[in-house]
Nanobody
Framework: QVQLVESGGGLVQAGGSLRLSCAAS????????LAWFRQAPGKEREFVAS????????YYSTSVKGRFTVSRDNAKNTVYLQMNSLKPEDTAVYYC????????????????WGQGTQVTVSS
């Protein structure tokens, strides 16, 4: 069982940056692939980024590639999402997820989810 808790969301102006963190409980953190998803009001949950267990491979949606960076620190049981050059369309609730997936982009590949953190980008 893994529990995930996101933090770091907030209100930022377009062009600004935020760093989200997701702290995990449990001793098997390093055995899980991790991902970030987001969901805007009235829209389906969408994939943002993922990282494999060792951190050797990362994957991004086309909408965030080049602006967002996912990383993990297995010693701290934490995964991060550095978000730069934020746009109003990045406004959403951001969720971290964990599972046995090798960097997959579908929500069904992940077994554990955090409660989400709100990111609002003003124009």
């Amino acid at each position: 069982q893994v529990q995930l808790v996101e933090s770091g969301g907030g209100l930022v102006q377009a062009g600004g940056s935020l760093r989200l963190s997701c702290a995990a409980s449990g001793r098997t953190f390093s055995s899980y692939g991790l991902a970030w998803f987001r969901q805007a009001p009235g829209k389906e949950r969408e994939f943002v980024a993922s990282i494999t267990r060792s951190g050797d491979y990362t994957y991004y949606s086309t909408s965030v590639k080049g602006r967002f960076t996912v990383s993990r620190d297995n010693a701290k049981n934490t995964v991060y999402l550095q978000m730069n050059s934020l746009k109003p369309e990045d406004t959403a609730v951001y969720y971290c997820a964990g599972g046995k997936s090798f960097g997959g982009s579908y929500p069904s590949e992940y077994d554990y989810w955090g409660q989400g953190t709100q990111v609002t980008v003003s124009s």
